[in-house]
């Protein structure tokens, strides 16, 4: 779990400068960079930690990117309309037909993920085992809650997500 951690970090570091606005560095921008090491991570250590047979990786690899391209495209698309509607908002430029435009963009994204995620995991899911699938699905649990801690860790006080300061900022009461 250490290389979890480590290979995490240096993509939320990475992460964490693209959502400071940072200059792009090389070809490509932050952000992108630091999902690239993600997915790096995540299918360097996918074989091991699923138990896949050589046959089994070579088949399920393409399927792990296109469910991670998905997921990716789809929480940019929810963003992009969910920044757009608080930038409106915010300036009070905001019509009602732009955001009439915005909700419909942010319904079809919340229809149509959790059908494309569905349709991903089932082909991915049918090259593997039941044992192998629940494996699966415990790497990538345990990876989204890495970078979870790391960019909770990054954004706050140091502490790990739950311990600490609640949201709202203040102390928690001391016994």
């Given at each position: 779990?250490?290389?979890?951690?480590?290979?995490?970090?240096?993509?939320?570091?990475?992460?964490?400068?693209?959502?400071?606005?940072?200059?792009?560095?090389?070809?490509?921008?932050?952000?992108?960079?630091?999902?690239?090491?993600?997915?790096?991570?995540?299918?360097?250590?996918?074989?091991?930690?699923?138990?896949?047979?050589?046959?089994?990786?070579?088949?399920?690899?393409?399927?792990?990117?296109?469910?991670?391209?998905?997921?990716?495209?789809?929480?940019?698309?929810?963003?992009?309309?969910?920044?757009?509607?608080?930038?409106?908002?915010?300036?009070?430029?905001?019509?009602?037909?732009?955001?009439e435009e915005l909700l419909r963009e942010l319904k079809a994204v919340e229809s149509e993920q959790p059908q494309a995620i569905r349709r991903d995991l089932e082909v991915?899911?049918?090259?593997?085992?039941?044992?192998?699938?629940?494996?699966?699905?415990?790497?990538?649990?345990?990876?989204?809650?890495?970078?979870?801690?790391?960019?909770?860790?990054?954004?706050?006080?140091?502490?790990?997500?739950?311990?600490?300061?609640?949201?709202?900022?203040?102390?928690?009461?001391?016994?």
């Amino acid at each position: 779990m250490r290389s979890v951690l480590a290979g995490v970090l240096v993509a939320s570091g990475a992460l964490a400068s693209a959502q400071e606005g940072a200059a792009p560095s090389g070809p490509l921008r932050p952000r992108e960079e630091a999902f690239k090491m993600i997915d790096a991570y995540f299918v360097s250590n996918l074989q091991e930690s699923v138990g896949l047979s050589d046959e089994q990786f070579v088949r399920v690899l393409p399927m792990v990117k296109r469910l991670q391209n998905d997921r990716r495209q789809y929480a940019q698309r929810r963003q992009r309309a969910l920044q757009e509607m608080r930038k409106l908002l915010q300036s009070g430029a905001a019509t009602e037909g732009r955001l009439e435009e915005l909700l419909r963009e942010l319904k079809a994204v919340e229809s149509e993920q959790p059908q494309a995620i569905r349709r991903d995991l089932e082909v991915i899911d049918g090259v593997l085992t039941p044992v192998q699938q629940a494996k699966y699905r415990i790497l990538e649990l345990e990876v989204e809650r890495k970078i979870r801690e790391l960019m909770t860790q990054m954004r706050g006080d140091g502490r790990p997500a739950g311990r600490g300061r609640p949201r709202n900022g203040q102390e928690p009461p001391r016994p």
